[in-house]
């Protein structure tokens, strides 16, 4: 995740650079269930409305959860399917509460109503994350359901209105792409609390509908409004936060931003972004899914790496005789193509294994979703990029 926020303070305000700090464990983000009660067309888990066998029980669950508390996970990012499908999920979210870890709530929204929104605000999440598309036709249109839109801005409401931090997911795509500047609109108006915008990672539906993806010069788009929103913003002493995920390149762009903008500040934020270091799949950010099964992070699911039925979470994320495990933990990460002569590698870290995996069948090759040019990242040019070509594009008036 790319906390724009915290980085735009830093360009604001800066702090000296002080000694790196690693998390005690990696976030988790568990997928509970697989059910959904929606088909959303860039679902990386596949989830449809009917009984998934062989999930987690209950007692599994808080036994998993017993290891990861040792382990010092930090974070549980209860998902899914729809984790409000889940009849216990109350019960798992309070015990994890309990236990010391930050716990938020991954959800569609539309199942979030007055005859639940009293027992959600009980549990104390820390965070709700609630998924919008764009605005009302084009949401209801990737989560091919009528009325979800109003279902999951109900939600919103609702959540915000009993004081719950909740925050809007975007998934950035070509078919989208046009109703972002409303849905930041509609996040201002509404005193939405954060705004994240996830570029399409290939997995699950996101996987079959990449052809949708959005291309180089609509994510530079997307991402130069992003960051004037939230330069804007904290200009104004407004508190919204503002993130990314699934693409590490957006830390380079901003260094591209700053260096138009406030030249001044480059090698300050250029440093406090070395010390990121991007992408910490495999290392920082972890998945259970549904079945018990370990991911380096929630698009890996057709790469498992044990299941906490048979080994426990901590054995399992330590083990690097897994070839991607080894490598994910590597540091410096072993990449090919243009990102191997990136000037920007320590900032970026080589971005995002599985869309070179998807569309190579090689974990290691260049990401094809890195936007920026061969000139902005400091490499020769003098190597054939890997494309992902349009086979079609869905546009405004289709969505609508």
């Not at 009528?146 to 931090?165: H, M, N, T």
């Not at 406030?262 to 549904?290: C, F, T, Y």
């Not at 906490?308 to 540091?331: C, H, N, Q, Y």
């Amino acid at each position: 995740m790319f906390r724009i926020t915290q980085y735009m303070n830093e360009i604001a305000n800066p702090t000296p650079l002080g000694p790196k700090r690693n998390p005690p464990g990696p976030v988790v983000i568990w997928n509970l269930i697989r059910r959904c009660n929606l088909t959303c067309k860039h679902c990386y888990s596949l989830s449809a409305d009917t009984d998934f066998a062989g999930e987690l029980s209950t007692d599994e669950v808080f036994a998993v959860m017993d290891d990861l508390r040792a382990f010092r996970v930090p974070v549980l990012i209860l998902s899914g399917g729809e984790p409000l499908l889940r009849p216990d999920i109350f019960d798992v979210a309070k015990r994890a509460k309990a236990m010391g870890f930050y716990v938020g709530l991954s959800s569609n929204g539309t199942l979030i109503d007055r005859s639940n929104i009293d027992k959600i605000a009980e549990v104390g999440f820390d965070y709700v994350g609630i998924s919008l598309d764009g605005i009302k036709g084009t949401h209801d249109m990737f989560r091919r359901k009528k009325g979800a839109f109003d279902a999951s801005l109900e939600g919103v409401r609702l959540c915000r209105d009993q004081g719950i931090k909740v925050g809007v997911r975007f998934t950035l795509t070509q078919g989208n792409a046009h109703d972002l500047p409303a849905l930041l609109k509609l996040i201002d108006d509404e005193g939405i609390h954060k705004f994240y915008l996830s570029h399409l990672n290939y997995a699950g539906r996101g996987n079959t509908n990449r052809a949708r993806d959005a291309f180089l010069e609509t994510t530079r788009n997307a991402m130069n409004l992003l960051f004037d929103t939230c330069w804007a913003d904290l200009q104004r002493g407004a508190q919204k936060e503002f993130v990314t995920g699934n693409n590490d390149a957006d830390g380079v762009y901003l260094l591209h931003w700053v260096r138009k903008h406030m030249p001044e500040r480059e090698a300050h934020l250029r440093a406090k972004l070395a010390q990121w270091g991007g992408n910490s799949s495999g290392v920082n950010v972890a998945n259970i899914d549904n079945l018990g099964n370990v991911h380096p992070d929630t698009m890996w699911w057709n790469h498992n790496l044990g299941n906490v039925r048979e080994r426990k979470f901590s054995e399992i994320w330590m083990d690097t005789s897994d070839p991607v495990m080894a490598g994910l933990k590597a540091s410096p990460r072993s990449i090919k193509g243009r990102c191997s002569e990136c000037t920007y590698f320590d900032v970026c870290g080589g971005n995002t294994r599985v869309r070179a995996m998807q569309l190579t069948g090689d974990p290691w090759q260049e990401d094809p979703a890195c936007y920026l040019t061969d000139e902005e990242i400091g490499v020769s040019g003098e190597r054939e990029r890997v494309q992902l070509k349009p086979y079609f594009k869905i546009r405004p008036a289709e969505a609508a």
